[in-house]
């Protein structure tokens, strides 16, 4: 008997699939949340007259309050979330109460909570989890589009690529979880390969211009082994996977001029396995973590790590194992590490029966990032992400398929 899963019934129309309603209005918040970050700073929006992060977060905290009401909570997903923030919290007793470390804290038990634990109510039914992907997705092309006009208009003038708020890694990120999301498109019956082909390259050139090479690095892992994985035994879509790479490839060396040169200096260095400013950075606070970890079994606190290292303009490890280690202690980065594992697994199984396959991927995408780059609240799609794939089979079960229909 194959063990290829019988696709779930999708929507009738495009329409249908997002006819507003109370569950769907609060998804479309919460993705708009979960992207604020890297748009509010974007003096294109300096019109607006409130805090996006802030009016989103907490407009998607009122809806999912009222749609818990109606809808069944993925339990096990809220007691594994639930067991890390108050594992975590322990460590506030003895946070050194800095500044810094008290408004780190303050952004974790608040927005990066509201991300770990909305998709419990939210994204309950295969309908939902599209919905959310697609919107995500969305977003990440519009942002492909805004850097290619960067280049377009500014050839030969800029520095590196960025978000219209200025920042290069939120840009790579947002434009990953889309390519990782086309590409995953392949694996799908009726998918117009393509036109998929076709649109993946221009987010790969703007994944180089970015320079940022975490997430130009597991987005090649991830494609790679995507390919491997799905795709041997059609012909066809081997075929047109190799048209991406080679597409991706023969654009990056046409089009050489107009990418920004630091961006490309920094690609070649990864290649050449050259270690340059960014690099050393890293490794010097990945190093200062790993000296103290063994010495503070409980942590040190939020915002501790500034005792583990000399070099005050570095206020973390940017690895978030280690930075949960070290301030939160060893169980709470037991914890996450298992939650992590479990996630994984789970989206993992159900790419394998060819539903949501960009789950597992666009989640393994987000946790790489987060190993190299960013700190504790730079990473809420990862904590969001944690949260579904922990539920991944229950939103695949045959009463919520038939759900996800109408949803």
């Known amino acids: 008997m194959s063990s290829i899963a019988q696709p779930v019934p999708q929507s009738a129309s495009w329409k249908s699939h997002w006819k507003l309603s109370l569950p769907v209005i609060a998804q479309i918040a919460f993705v708009i949340f979960l992207v604020s970050g890297d748009?509010?700073?974007?003096?294109r929006l300096a019109w607006l007259p409130f805090d996006l992060t802030i009016v989103t977060g907490a407009l998607t905290t009122a809806l999912a309050l009222t749609v818990m009401l109606r809808r069944k909570l993925?339990?096990?997903?809220?007691?594994?979330?639930?067991?890390?923030?108050?594992?975590?919290?322990?460590s506030l007793l003895w946070s050194p109460g800095t500044e810094y470390g008290v408004d780190k804290a303050a952004r974790f038990f608040s927005l990066t909570?509201?991300?770990?634990?909305?998709?419990?109510?939210?994204?309950?039914?295969?309908?939902?989890?599209?919905?959310?992907?697609?919107?995500?997705?969305?977003?990440?092309?519009?942002?492909?589009?805004?850097?290619?006009?960067?280049?377009?208009?500014?050839?030969?003038?800029?520095?590196?690529?960025?978000?219209g708020s200025g920042n290069t890694i939120s840009l790579a990120r947002d434009v990953g979880v889309s390519l990782l999301w086309a590409y995953s498109a392949f694996f799908r019956s009726g998918a117009r390969k393509i036109v998929i082909c076709v649109a993946c390259v221009p987010l790969v050139l703007v994944l180089i211009a970015t320079g940022s090479r975490g997430p130009l690095a597991f987005a090649i892992l991830l494609l790679a082994f995507l390919t491997v994985r799905f795709s041997l035994a059609s012909t066809k879509?081997?075929?047109?996977?190799?048209?991406?790479?080679?597409?991706a490839i023969l654009a990056t060396t046409q089009l050489i001029s107009l990418l920004p040169s630091q961006s490309v200096n920094r690609i070649l260095a990864l290649v050449q396995q050259q270690q340059d400013a960014s690099t050393s950075e890293r490794v010097y606070a990945a190093d200062a973590a790993l000296g103290q970890i063994p010495d503070h079994p409980l942590g040190t606190g939020f915002g501790g790590f500034a005792y583990a290292t000399t070099n005050s303009a570095i206020d973390q490890p940017h690895n978030i194992f280690l930075e949960i280690a070290l301030e939160n202690g060893w169980l709470a980065a037991f914890l996450f590490t298992l939650i992590c594992g479990f996630s994984l697994t789970r989206s993992y199984?159900?790419?394998?029966?060819?539903?949501?396959?960009?789950?597992?991927?666009?989640?393994a995408f987000a946790i790489g990032n987060a190993a190299v780059s960013g700190g504790l609240n730079d990473n809420r799609l990862m904590f969001c992400l944690l949260c579904v794939g922990l539920q991944a089979k229950s939103l695949y079960q045959p009463d919520h398929c038939l759900e996800g229909a109408t949803a």
């Open 39 to 43: 748009i509010k700073g974007d003096p």
């Open 74 to 90: 993925a339990r096990e997903s809220l007691f594994w979330m639930a067991a890390l923030f108050l594992v975590m919290a322990l």
């Open 113 to 163: 909570l509201i991300c770990a634990f909305a998709p419990a109510v939210l994204i309950r039914r295969p309908a939902d989890l599209s919905r959310m992907f697609d919107a995500l997705a969305l977003f990440g092309f519009i942002a492909a589009a805004d850097a290619i006009l960067q280049m377009l208009t500014n050839a030969g003038h800029l520095i590196r690529v960025a978000s």
């Open 237 to 247: 879509t081997v075929a047109l996977s190799l048209a991406m790479f080679l597409g």
């Open 349 to 363: 199984r159900l790419a394998r029966t060819r539903q949501a396959v960009y789950l597992f991927p666009v989640l």
